[in-house]
């Protein structure tokens, strides 16, 4: 699966997004020259996931500001790009090089989704095979506008394969709440068609749809239904070949991840490997410690390291802990020094632990562990009782199904080792004690995973978690502007339809 992703050559199809919209298409092949089989159906669906395992996509761009964004993470090295820091502390403008890489890449992704479903009807073949492989074109384009519609709000929504840039040329932003409608009939679509298990987590199956369908109405608040589609997974876990892996280490080691059960859905890297921007993965190296020797693809860069308070507040108990930071490194004379010493061996590093969910176990990996072979799991089992946990409370507030839910993550954590942290949930909690419990638990859990800025979105937690005693404090934080990023500014020049820009920029 990995390596056609990485090598599916993007130009075999007239594909364009919202970017650069003056500029003519290249590459165009008449589709029905090329949509041929059910096998030309899918090599164009992969182009799709290709595109994600790109830089400006997973590789930093999209991963970074999420990171970045949330109050779990935060600037290390403070040479670092002025782009990342105004990702960082909420001062950005439309000219933000974050958004202005990861904006068209979406688009581009969604472009390539859409010419695999516009061209499906094409194919003569057995409608449930052409379904099963268009389904995944689906999910694809779900994915990228759930991203999309999270960190802008309203945006252009494009569902028809685009020839000629004219078409989308004056098109207008789309409301959100039809977003998220376009968003939910595509994973229904998927959900319906398709199978229960792939060949590899990295393709969607029937599990992968449901579950984002249950994290979409979980961030709409539409809680009975958010319940529903999570229980679906969960009652039917043998069906779909989940289970939660019996060590938390394993999910984030990339000679590992291939192999597990929990993941459900996985944008894979191959390792050394890269055509252009495609496999181009930094992930590893910006969130690892600068002056490290540890291993030998060589040292990070430090530039998203934990928030102090994160490592404060975290009970050493909890295996997960030990699994998400890294608390000491090694110099290439082989001397193993702490973190309150990072500074002391590079100018450039911070005295606090580092994430180590990617650059500890990066597998095959270039220097500085570019290039990773990491297979990133966008979304996994635990998550999925976390959901179900959540939208179970608010329907039936101190639910004893969401305690149970919360404790099979516990016992986990727990690896066996007798230790009775973290303790399970006891049943009897209120309403909004269960779900202070919940949300704290998706912190830890999901830690490090891309999740938590979407939490503090939702929930309206930001005056909290960047106030005088949260994780982060940020004085630029505003509440009336920053639950959004700015749509790129040339974008709005091209086109100013798409105006005005999102409250504050």
């Avoid at 419990?437 to 005056?463: C, V």
């Amino acid at each position: 699966m990995k390596k056609y992703k990485i090598t599916f050559f993007l130009a075999l199809l007239a594909f364009v997004g919202c970017s650069d919209l003056e500029e003519n298409p290249v590459g165009i092949l008449a589709p029905e020259s090329f949509f041929k089989t059910t096998a030309d159906l899918q090599a164009a669906v992969n182009g799709s996931f290709a595109g994600m395992s790109t830089e400006s996509y997973w590789g930093r761009k999209l991963t970074l500001t999420l990171l970045l964004r949330g109050d779990l993470a935060d600037i290390g090295d403070q040479g670092t790009s002025g782009r990342r820091k105004e990702v960082n502390g909420f001062t950005m403008g439309d000219d933000n090089g974050m958004v202005s890489a990861f904006w068209p890449q979406s688009y581009a992704i969604i472009g390539t989704a859409n010419q695999a479903i516009s061209n499906a009807g094409l194919i003569n073949d057995d409608e449930a095979k052409v379904n099963a492989v268009v389904a995944q074109a689906y999910f694809a384009r779900a994915f990228t506008y759930y991203h999309l519609v999270r960190l802008f709000g309203d945006i252009p929504y494009i569902d028809f394969a685009v020839s000629d840039a004219a078409d989308i040329a004056e098109i207008s932003k789309t409301p959100e709440n039809e977003v998220y409608e376009g968003i939910i009939s595509d994973l229904e679509f998927a959900k319906q068609w398709l199978p229960d298990t792939q060949g590899s987590r990295a393709l969607p199956s029937k599990a992968t749809a449901a579950a984002y369908l249950a994290s979409v109405y979980l961030t709409i608040a539409d809680y009975p239904k958010a319940a529903a589609e999570a229980q679906f997974v969960i009652n039917n876990e043998s069906r779909f070949d989940l289970a939660l892996e019996s060590d938390f280490q394993d999910l984030f080691n990339a000679d590992k991840t291939e192999g597990l059960r929990e993941p459900l859905f996985t944008i894979d890297y191959v390792g050394q490997t890269r055509v252009n921007s495609y496999g181009q993965d930094y992930v590893a190296p910006v969130t690892g410690i600068r002056g490290d020797a540890t291993h030998e693809y060589g040292e990070g860069w430090s530039v998203a390291v934990p928030s102090l308070k994160v490592y404060q507040n975290w009970d050493g108990k909890d295996y997960r802990k030990a699994v998400s930071l890294d608390t000491t490194a090694t110099t290439k004379g082989g001397v193993v020094y702490p973190y309150t010493q990072f500074e002391d061996y590079s100018d450039a590093a911070v005295n606090r632990p580092h994430i180590a969910k990617y650059y500890r176990y990066a597998g095959l990996a270039g220097n500085n562990g570019r290039e990773s072979s990491h297979n990133y799991i966008t979304m996994r089992y635990a998550e999925v009782f976390l959901i179900a946990a959540e939208a179970l409370n608010e329907v039936n507030g101190g639910s004893s199904e969401a305690v149970a839910y919360v404790n099979k993550l516990r016992e986990r954590a727990r690896m066996g080792s007798g230790s009775l942290y973290p303790m399970d949930v006891q049943d009897g909690l209120s309403q909004d004690a269960l779900r202070e419990t919940i949300i704290n638990e998706r912190a830890i859990e999901l830690a490090f995973e891309f999740k938590r800025w979407y939490d503090i979105k939702r929930l309206k937690l930001g005056n909290e978690a960047f106030g005088p005693n949260g994780l982060e404090p940020q004085s630029n934080f505003d509440a009336s502007r920053d639950y959004l990023l700015p749509l790129p500014g040339p974008e709005l020049v091209r086109n100013p339809n798409l105006l005005p820009n999102n409250t504050g920029y």
